[in-house]
């Protein structure tokens, strides 16, 4: 591998020195962290994080977002600027198309090579159909073909000139319902889209086949047994497939935006339905909660700790299977904000209409989650809680590792409010940041009191063979407590990067000059990296909830 990246270093000479730096020193950032995962014990375990990262990070580079209005020509000059030239719309989609491969591939580059002083030849002939999931093939193909199908039906498509404000002629006939004053959007040639999307189609389909090469050919870890190798490749091909998958179906999208758009005229209509724009997000979906293979070494163990296996344990405490519950009521009240604004207002604001609205949804799903888990901690005490017995509290609430992803959380959003309330000042207007500090604070006492509410919870009366219940389920609420503070902080930092694009071009006017905006770019980062937090399960603590010998007494008396 060394060899490889000091081949790309020499290579970079020859080229444009700024159009390789950036991706190169990610590249070789990437490795290294993918590295540092199965550097000093590659053991089944740090393995199977190893391709978790790979899977979160190649899904966060595969993002279209900032293409996905490629080829518009936009009227209004204060909009953002939008990939419509070559070398910005060769940007804009080789960017996502390449870093998604380039992360997959380096994740079979940066596993640990055979250090035993024999190697072990495998006979059989390793090919891709060995390991390729059949199922996922079969939707990942169609995908392509839907994609394929949607691009070249732009591709006979007649080009729009836009109509810029100061040359809109004033003669409205009275029936129209165009967006008067503000110019209508035109749109490049069709064939030149079509094109520019089929060359990244193709590009897509080339490397993930080179990719599911490489992992064919990739030497065998000798760390692993043959199933769990097995098994390996085919989670890397799992992860390979669902990210190629949706960025087909953006490829996609794209095009349906460019289609839909409507003819500049007397009837011009400012907005517009894009059908295939519904379907990306399908796909998203599906591709999203696709259930990827586990290790055989390592699936008896998570049986064994899954929750729904605590919760079919007789042995099982009331007050444990109470608190395994909770989870879905967390789901609950995570996404019922969101679905309260669809069903009540029937659509969601936008940015410019209600800056302060991604902020409040923010905060209130925050809240309502953490007090969900303090409601939790006052039910178990209610119904198991002694006020005699001891408070036991765990040895360490809170693993250094989600400790320091906290604090990091923190400092992201301490600095990037910081930032804003600086460049919302450099504007004409009232700030903003404001509101979001006080929806912080107030997010924040919230939490305070949980914690307050489960340091303080009456103590379970345990028998002789309990183990320490009452420890384990209180640092359960913790990682819960916590989990949720450090997503919330990240979607906060989010949305304020999101929401004042405008604000931070002012502040920084280079960026208004690159083709994604590093702004969004870092915004769309931020909000993948909070959903990840969110849903980060609590299953290595359930390890911790101890059983009884016996079915608890207030079980077998009913």
């Known amino acids: 591998m ?108 940066s596993y640990p090579a055979p250090k035993a002083p024999r190697r072990f030849a495998e006979l059989r002939v390793r090919r891709i159909r060995d390991f390729l999931p059949r199922k996922l093939t079969f939707w990942t193909a169609g995908i392509f073909v839907y994609a394929a199908i949607a691009i070249a039906s732009i591709s006979t498509m007649p080009a729009y000139a836009p109509v810029f404000p100061d040359t809109t002629p004033r003669q409205f006939p009275e029936y129209n319902t165009g967006y008067v004053g503000q110019g209508q959007d035109g749109r490049i040639a069709g064939s030149e889209l079509a094109g520019w999307l089929g060359g990244a189609l193709l590009v897509l389909a080339v490397g993930t086949w080179l990719v599911l090469v490489l992992i064919a050919r990739r030497r065998q870890l000798e760390t692993l047994s043959s199933e769990d190798n097995l098994t390996l490749r085919a989670i890397a091909a799992n992860r390979l497939l669902r990210t190629v998958s949706t960025i087909a179906a953006g490829l996609a999208s794209i095009a349906g935006n460019y289609a839909a758009l409507p003819a500049p005229g007397a009837t011009w209509q400012s907005s517009w339905f894009n059908a295939l724009g519904a379907v990306n997000m399908a796909v998203l979906l599906v591709m999203w909660w696709w259930k990827v293979p586990v290790l055989p070494s390592l699936q008896a163990a998570k049986r064994s700790i899954s929750g729904t296996a605590l919760r079919a344990d007789p042995r099982t405490h009331g007050a444990a299977k109470l608190s395994v519950s909770l989870g879905a009521a967390l789901g609950i009240a995570g996404v019922l904000p969101l679905l309260t604004l669809v069903l009540w207002f029937g659509f969601i604001p936008a940015y410019g209409q209600g800056p302060i609205t991604p902020v409040i949804v923010v905060s209130v799903t925050a809240a309502l989650v953490l007090l969900t888990i303090a409601a939790g901690e006052l039910l178990i005490a209610r119904n198991y809680g002694d006020p005699d017995a001891p408070l036991a509290w765990p040895r360490q609430a809170v693993s250094r590792g989600l400790l320091t992803f906290t604090i990091v959380s923190a400092a992201v959003f301490a600095i990037t409010m910081v930032m804003t309330s600086i460049a919302q000042a450099l504007l004409v207007g009232p700030p903003t940041w404001p509101a979001y500090l006080a929806l912080t604070f107030g997010v924040g006492l919230v939490g305070a009191a949980a914690i307050l509410a489960t340091r303080r919870r009456r103590g379970l009366p345990e028998p002789e063979d309990s183990g320490g219940l009452d420890a384990a389920l209180r640092a359960i609420t913790m990682f819960r407590i916590v989990r949720t503070l450090a997503a919330f902080l990240l979607a906060q930092s989010a949305v304020m990067l999101l929401g004042n694009a405008d604000a931070w071009g002012t502040l920084f006017p280079a960026f208004s000059r690159l083709g994604p905006s590093p702004v969004y770019m870092a915004g769309v980062v931020l909000a993948v990296a909070a959903i990840a937090a969110a849903v980060t399960p609590v299953r290595s603590l359930f390890r911790n909830v101890p059983r009884s010998e016996h079915a608890p007494s207030a079980e077998r008396a009913q």
């Open 2 to 109: 060394i060899r490889r990246l000091w081949g790309v270093f020499t290579l970079s000479f020859y080229l444009p020195p700024l159009l390789l730096l950036g991706p190169l020193v990610g590249a070789v950032l990437v490795y290294l962290f993918l590295r540092v995962q199965v550097w000093s014990k590659p053991d089944a375990k740090s393995i199977e994080s190893h391709g978790l990262w790979v899977g979160i990070i190649g899904w966060m580079a595969s993002s279209l977002q900032g293409a996905m209005s490629t080829g518009i020509l936009k009227a209004n000059p204060s909009t953002s600027n939008i990939p419509t030239a070559a070398d910005q719309i060769f940007t804009a989609l080789a960017w996502p198309v390449l870093a998604a491969l380039t992360v997959h591939a380096l994740g079979q580059w």
